[in-house]
């Protein structure tokens, strides 16, 4: 019998970032090693977890400096390990796709919390994948925060627990996960994703107030400006509590560092922590031609 197949999405959310660290470009191009940026290290780390497609969430006015530095797919590190010993190495090679998409015009300024640019990115992974082939729809989506830095590389032994189709996986610091509303990665399934969109709708103000028995449309009260749509301000705690922990999978980090401020990211630069830089040809942009010819020749 043939072994399943799984489609592990990873998302990478940019869009509606709260950005404190004051720059006057995408914060998360921020290096974390000498040409090794933030953006960087949550691609890789996709990568290396696993992740069969990538979609980096960004809408209009970022993705294109994005794009540009990080290009249009990467090797998997583990299958390009092994080409390198394998006789037909072309072939034994195998290229992640990286997909851009923004956050709806419908959702800016009404449910465009940070949070939300991952449920979206979610949402866009299904759907387009949807639209090519039921066979291509992701099982699974691994979320990885640009501005939280841990050890990366001890994902490759979870690679398994990441992409499990009936259990969660959650990367946890002191006891902590996304769930306590730590920018921290974690798997979550497609019904997961149903029930956070659910519950955030379920929460938020709209523009009226909600209507009282026997009240009509022009009867109802118009809700002041800066109380409508409060799912705009919703924290990670509350966008991901419906994600289910029933027989999940932990893995406690030997080492954490929130980037989100300009003290943690002093922090983390001068700490004994770092992550190795991987080779060159894994993190360097990789564009495609329009006959899908990569950069390097290959078909």
Known sequence: MAKKRSHLAGIIPIANFDDA???????????????????????????IAGCNTIWIVANDDMAPIIKHHIGEWIYDPVYLNRARTAIGNDIARRNIPIYYVPVLPKDRDRRDSYGWSALFGMHSAWYI?????????????YVSFPHSIHDIYQLRADRLAISHTRKNYFLTHEGKTIKDGLPISFSMRGKDFINCRRRINELTTKTYEPPKEGETYEDMTMLPFEERWS????????????????????????????????????????????????EVHLTKPHQLNRLCIDEEGEE
Request: charged share 25%; net charge negative; aromatic share 18%.
């Open 231 to 278: 799912a705009r301000w919703f924290d990670l705690e509350t966008i991901f509590e419906k994600v289910s922990e029933e027989d999940a999978a932990y893995n406690e980090v030997e080492w954490y560092h929130d980037l989100t401020t300009w003290e943690g990211y002093r922090t983390y630069l001068g700490s004994r922590n770092a992550i190795v830089r991987p």
């Open 21 to 47: 660290l004051g720059t006057q470009f995408p914060s998360g191009l921020l290096p974390l090693e000498k040409d090794f940026t933030m953006i960087q290290k949550s691609v890789y780390e996709c990568a």
């Open 129 to 141: 994948s949807y639209r090519i082939s039921k066979w291509v729809i992701p099982q699974k989506y």
